[in-house]
């Protein structure tokens, strides 16, 4: 009773937000469409709002990712045991060394020796935690001359994290927000003829003191146009506030065209065939300050948000047909529930 009660708060507390001027029948009448439209398409009470549903019908509706239709994607084209190369930092790095082109060490490995020489090179470098998502638990960390490394290195031990270089990134890049390494998230499927097609990309600032610039750690994205690497759309955050200019630095975010983007779409499609088993990632990538592409990690169940929020467009149609031919080498029965097919 409790899960209904508090997801009824979460339903009230939305509908406050995004409806301030609503009277009581709108609200009542947005309530119910909420519990009816997450039974129907398979959604979160996030999706319905964040995507704007209480405007759309349902043809417009039916083509957005959400939670049901993401876990679709996720279980058709990735490989359940291969995934864990993407959830933990350590077997990615592994992984795709060639293409992290930053300097790490996992600290349930490494010597104190391996540590120190790490240091020597690196005063400053992120800690990050071994799994995780959405930029949760990483920080910056300092060292000083005569700072307690010895000390630094057990505490870092018993917290089972990874440090790694601090990227300098290229410099028009860095304009967006300099206190975080603005990336680009790059979503990636892997066809049944060995293709690998471009689906997505999205450009993600930090916004503030954050040294991460997570979409879900207030950070903003706006949508890249695949062709062209230009932003074509405002820049959104997770309470769906937008920006044209970057809030922090007033640098204009619709019409920055991404450097070396060809460079960027070439060394996504080169990573993306590193595990065939995992089809569908969503890749994070950073432009280093001499113009290397750097991935930072790929994502083997990438939020769908950051790529359907900034221009409302709804991305299931780019995925139905794909996920047909990938169903096809596998024969069995479609999956079909209370009448909705979901390929």
Not at 27 to 32: A, C, D, G, Y
Not at 172 to 185: D, G, H, K, Q, W
Not at 248 to 254: A, E, Q
Request: glycine share 8%; proline share 4%.
């Amino acid at each position: 009773m409790g899960s209904v009660r508090g997801r009824a708060e979460k339903i009230k507390a939305y509908i406050r937000d995004y409806m301030p001027e609503a009277n009581f029948f709108l609200r009542l009448s947005v309530f119910l469409d909420v519990v009816w439209a997450c039974e129907f398409y398979g959604g979160a009470i996030d999706d319905y709002f964040r995507y704007h549903f209480f405007l759309r019908s349902h043809a417009d509706r039916k083509n957005f990712i959400v939670w049901k239709k993401r876990k679709r994607i996720i279980n058709t084209c990735n490989h359940k045991e291969d995934r864990d190369i993407f959830n933990t930092k350590s077997r990615f790095n592994k992984t795709f060394a060639a293409f992290v082109g930053r300097e790490w060490l996992n600290t349930m490995e490494c010597s104190f020796e391996d540590f120190a020489a790490f240091v020597s090179r690196n005063k400053r470098f992120f800690v990050k935690p071994v799994a995780g998502s959405f930029g949760w638990g990483v920080r910056v960390q300092e060292v000083t001359d005569n700072g307690d490394l010895p000390g630094l290195y057990h505490s870092l031990c018993q917290e089972k994290v990874l440090v790694e270089e601090i990227i300098e990134q290229w410099a028009e890049m860095a304009e967006f927000n300099p206190i975080s390494v603005n990336t680009l998230r790059v979503v990636t499927l892997l066809g049944t003829d060995g293709t690998v097609k471009v689906m997505t990309a999205t450009l993600r600032c930090g916004n503030g003191d954050k040294c991460a610039d997570n979409f879900h750690h207030n950070g903003i994205a706006s949508i890249i146009d695949i062709p062209s690497g230009i932003v074509t759309s405002t820049g959104v955050d997770m309470e769906s506030r937008r920006f044209i200019l970057h809030p922090v630095s007033g640098k204009p975010i619709i019409g920055f065209k991404v450097p070396f983007w060809d460079r960027i779409l070439a060394t996504v499609a080169a990573a993306a065939q590193v595990v065939p088993t995992v089809r569908y990632v969503g890749w994070d990538v950073a432009l280093g300050k001499d113009g290397r592409v750097i991935i930072i990690e790929g994502n083997s169940a990438a939020d769908p948000d950051v790529t359907q929020m900034p221009d409302q467009v709804g991305k299931w149609p780019l995925y139905k047909q794909e996920l047909r031919k990938i169903v096809g080498m596998h024969p069995r029965k479609v999956s079909i529930q209370k009448g909705r097919e979901y390929y």
